[in-house]
């Protein structure tokens, strides 16, 4: 039920956006304290992506999940950063993250929803 999402204006090649989807996904997992297969990893590379009037490397990260702990959001924005500089090389001043937790009649799965 975890998505997480990035984009970023960098452009990756097709190995770099794989590796970093699965070390994502596991990361998102741990992070959550769920099973990693209900964790869904989007990476839209090369997007049209302006951040402080400038196109130097920056990034848009969504967390989506049902419970999401809004006590932990700053520990989670701190790890997220982290993961994406380590992967990317982005810097976490450059980086906006949206966290939303839906409600569970609005997030599907199966056929039906949660």
Not at 4 to 30: C, G, K, M, P, Y
Request: glycine share 6%; charged share 20%.
């Amino acid at each position: 039920m975890p998505l997480f999402t990035l984009t970023t204006n960098i452009a990756l090649d097709a190995e770099r956006r794989q590796a970093f989807a699965r070390h994502a996904s596991r990361e998102v997992a741990s992070l959550l304290g769920k099973a990693e297969n209900y964790v869904m990893v989007r990476v839209s590379d090369d997007a049209c992506l302006l951040f402080a009037g400038n196109e130097q490397p920056c990034a848009l990260l969504e967390l989506k999940s049902l419970g999401l702990p809004e006590q932990r959001t700053g520990e989670l924005s701190a790890a997220l950063c982290h993961l994406v500089q380590e992967q990317l090389g982005i810097e976490p001043a450059r980086i906006y993250i949206e966290f939303s937790n839906p409600p569970r009649h609005l997030w599907g799965w199966n056929g039906k929803t949660f």
